[in-house]
Nanobody
């Protein structure tokens, strides 16, 4: 049963931007802190940003000042605006609840390369 659907990835040059979207079910979106995760080739999945139901946000040190997480209750969607992208940001990006993640979706590929 698909409950999370990521989109918006693509190929950009260093310094460019991407805006990722994650459509979630109402029960997940309205009840849990949501996060964006990423997994680079050969590396562990890491949490890069999160947002609570009260819109409090947190970011990994590596993305602070460059990434912005937000949520739209009407659309049941969480976004990740990624600016000033670097090659090391290249990864598959996933969304999920932070506490007790459900099954992972397919994610969306973000590639930063010249």
């Amino acid at each position: 049963q698909v409950q999370l659907m990521e989109s918006g990835g693509g190929l950009v040059q260093p310094g460019g931007s991407l805006r990722l979207s994650c459509a979630a079910s109402g029960s997940i979106f309205n009840s849990y802190t949501m996060g964006w995760y990423r997994q680079a080739p050969g590396k562990q999945r890491e949490l890069v940003a999160s947002i609570t139901i009260r819109a409090n946000t947190n970011y990994a040190e590596s993305v602070k000042g460059r990434f912005t997480i937000s949520r739209d209750s009407a659309k049941k969607t969480v976004y990740l605006q990624m600016n000033s992208l670097k090659p090391e940001d290249t990864a598959v990006y996933y969304c999920n609840r932070v506490v007790g993640p459900i099954g992972w979706g397919q994610g969306t590929q973000g590639t930063v390369s010249s």
